[in-house]
Every structure is written in structure tokens, then in C-alpha cells.
């Protein structure tokens, strides 16, 4: 298990997969393999009801973002399963028009495709997205920032993707985020924000794994015009 696992058994088990993948490639085939059974598993480790780790982002994005708003485009990177659609699509956002949603695992992308909710679903590692620059006015990542998962380049990807004043929103576990093991996504970011490429909008902190014990940061960047 990784040091952050609190759960126990095959849950903990798929769950540590991924948190101690080696590469991209042990990366997708550990998501491949747990994308069935990803959404019980996350409301297992959330203390059952909803998956607080997929949901995090997406309550403080409505709190800062008009998603009804019809000339919205929003990029869900690293979707999974799709929980961000629903939710989205609840929220009163015309996803199917405005909604794209990528990940580096076929299997998890197999799952959201299943909800019917996306614009568009594309195959893409955590470098590079595969979608135009400038093409977004909003991107969500949820869960693509902890141990072995998207890269600190992630960040200049983020700010290639988005229109001049776009916005980031995305969680980081917060004791990866403060520890020297997260150093580099926390350098890269603070670096960013120093060379004035995002402006840093919020920072909240909030439940994210809760019976193991994790919360997440939710970071709101602005790209400068």
C-alpha cells in the first residue's frame, strides 16, 4: 500500500495500483483494470453516499464559473469514469455541446462514454491532451495530481489548452501538495503564478478521501491575458 492508505483489502489493493505505478504504461493498465469497479470503490474510500475525490473540484468550479452559460467550452482532463459529467449536466451545463473529456486509460474512458454526456472523448497520457491550443475556456482535472499520477509539465499543458482568461480548476492531495514528495508540481505551480502566466484565483482546502484520512486543495487559476 501507499503511506496515505488508511483501507484495507481489494479496495486498497486497486487503489494502491495506481498510487505506486512505476510509468505511464503501468499507469493506464492499473486504471484499465479498475475502471469497472472505480466509482464503488472511490464512495468506499469517500465513507459511502457520493465520490468526494471526483466531486471537489466540480463544487468549487460552480462556485466561481457560470457552466450554464452556452458559450462555455470545458476540457474534464483525466475524466475517469465520468462522475464531473453528471454533475456538470446537473448543474445545468449543456454538456453535450460543451463538454470534452480525455484520459490515458481506454478502460475508464470505455465507462464515461456510458453516461452519454461528453461532446467528445479522447485518449491522451497526462503530457499532452491531444486537443488544440487556445480551444477551452475551462479546464477540470480532478484525481490526476497525487503520487505517480500527472506530471508537473501537466500544469504548462493546462495553460497551453486554455484561452486567454480561462480558467484551471483542479485538486492536489494536500500532504503530497506540502511534502517534499509533491516538491516539483509545487514548484512548478508557484512558478507559474510568479511568471504570471496564471493568476491564482482560490485555494481551498477539502475532503477528498475521507476514510483514508485525505483532504485535497482546490486550486482556481486564471490564465493571463
Not at 32 to 59: F, K, V
Not at 84 to 99: I, P, R
Not at 140 to 162: D, G
Request: proline letters at 3%; glycine letters at 6%; aromatic letters at 8%.
Amino acid at each position: 500500500k501507499h503511506h496515505t492508505q488508511n483501507s484495507t483489502g481489494a479496495v486498497a489493493e486497486r487503489h494502491a495500483r495506481v498510487l505506486l505505478a512505476k510509468d505511464a504504461q503501468e499507469l493506464e493498465h492499473a486504471y484499465d483494470d479498475w475502471a469497472r469497479n472505480y466509482d464503488d470503490d472511490l464512495i468506499a474510500i469517500s465513507g459511502g453516499g457520493e465520490n468526494a475525490s471526483a466531486l471537489a473540484a466540480c463544487r468549487v468550479l460552480v462556485e466561481h464559473i457560470d457552466v450554464k452559460k452556452a458559450d462555455i467550452t470545458m476540457l474534464d482532463f483525466g475524466c475517469g469514469t465520468g462522475p464531473a459529467a453528471v454533475f456538470l449536466h446537473d448543474s445545468g451545463m449543456n454538456t453535450h455541446k460543451q463538454l470534452d473529456g480525455c484520459d490515458l486509460s481506454a478502460g475508464m474512458l470505455d465507462q464515461a462514454a456510458k453516461q452519454k454526456l461528453y461532446r467528445n472523448l479522447i485518449k491522451a497520457d497526462f503530457t499532452t491532451s491531444n486537443c488544440t491550443a487556445n480551444s477551452y475556456d475551462v479546464i477540470h482535472a480532478s484525481a490526476v495530481f497525487a503520487p505517480a499520477q500527472a506530471p508537473p509539465s501537466t500544469f504548462l499543458e493546462f495553460w497551453t489548452l486554455l484561452r486567454p482568461s480561462g480558467y484551471a480548476v483542479f485538486t492536489i492531495r494536500c500532504e503530497y501538495y506540502d511534502s517534499e514528495e509533491g516538491a516539483s508540481h509545487r514548484c512548478m505551480l508557484e512558478t507559474m503564478i510568479l511568471e504570471r502566466r496564471f493568476e491564482l484565483v482560490a485555494k481551498t482546502k477539502r475532503d477528498y478521501l475521507p476514510n483514508d484520512g485525505v483532504m485535497a486543495y482546490v486550486f482556481v487559476l486564471r490564465k493571463k491575458e
